[in-house]
């Protein structure tokens, strides 16, 4: 069994209260492709209810903690040292589309150090957690990061700017050139899952740029206590704050940071 501190018990009802709904919504998409209302504002109502929860119950919880918030955005605590964040629905774009592969994701900060992570997938009740120095778990196995080394054996994940996004050509040039170079690339189109699959050692690795802090937050710690390296895309410590994002085992993350450095000098 994981050792479950007090904080991650009440991380993990929060999720499971949370996710009851999100269930539940995501059993009736069929029904609403064809309703009046379509699936997108029923999403939308989808994501702000589990935030909902969630910001209930952690406030029950843990009172005076603040929170950043995918879809509320800030709201400040009385005790300046704790912080949630949260995405209540990581892959939504997924969900909208009847694709069970989306996620809660909490992290919580203290003093600016992620020290607890959360990440939850309701649909096949895998539930990744980690806790500074404790190690990462998968509902209550210990996780580790794959052992491959040899970046042509190696199967990466990562995500894709889309419509209105910046950098089309920058992107393709990275995944132009790990293409070539390994075994296969995933792009699935949830972050908190791809970070989780990297520290449960299904993926070998993974990149993608300018996502938000509560899409990697949790992630982060997950990947790092299953023995993983995370940086940012110039091996920097600046993922939070650029949204840029590398995440593999010890092996691969040099060779990786090394191919998307190279591809993107091409371009520029
Ligand atoms: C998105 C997913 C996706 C990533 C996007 C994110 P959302 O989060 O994590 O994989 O490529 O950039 O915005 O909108 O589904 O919470
Ligand atoms: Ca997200
Ligand atoms: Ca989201």
Redesign the pocket.
């Known amino acids: 069994m994981s050792p479950q501190s007090p904080t991650l018990t009440v991380m993990v009802q929060a999720a499971r209260k949370a996710s009851r709904k999100l269930k539940r919504d995501f059993g009736e998409l069929e029904n609403l492709q064809v309703s009046k209302k379509g699936p997108a504002d029923f999403v939308t109502t989808a994501d702000m209810t589990a935030e909902k929860t969630l910001v209930e119950e952690l406030s029950h919880a843990r009172p005076g903690y603040g929170f950043l918030l995918?879809e509320r955005g800030k709201i400040e605590g009385t005790d300046p040292t704790h912080r949630w964040i949260i995405?209540p629905?990581?892959?939504?774009?997924n969900f909208m589309h009847a694709i069970p592969h989306f996620a809660i994701s909490i992290a919580l900060e203290r003093q600016g150090v992620i020290v607890a992570a959360l990440i939850y997938n309701p649909v096949t009740d895998e539930m990744y957690t980690a806790e500074r120095g404790q190690g990462a778990f998968l509902n209550d196995r210990r996780c580790r990061v794959s052992a491959r080394r040899d970046f042509g054996q190696a199967l990466i994940a990562t995500?894709?700017p889309f419509m209105g996004q910046d950098h089309h050509e920058m992107e393709l040039a990275e995944l132009r050139e790990v293409m070539a170079q390994t075994a296969g690339v995933r792009r699935f189109?949830?972050?908190?899952l791809?970070l989780a699959y990297v520290a449960a050692g299904r993926y070998d690795a993974y990149w993608?740029h300018?996502?938000?802090p509560w899409?990697i937050a949790a992630g982060i710690l997950l990947v790092r206590e299953a023995g993983g390296f995370v940086t940012d895309l110039t091996g920097g410590e600046g993922m939070l704050k650029s949204g840029d994002i590398l995440a593999a085992n010890e092996g691969i993350h040099p060779q990786l940071l090394k191919t998307l450095k190279k591809a993107r000098n091409n371009v520029s």
């Open positions: 995918e995405d629905l990581d892959g939504t774009l995500g894709l189109g949830a972050a908190a791809d993608e300018a996502l938000n899409d």
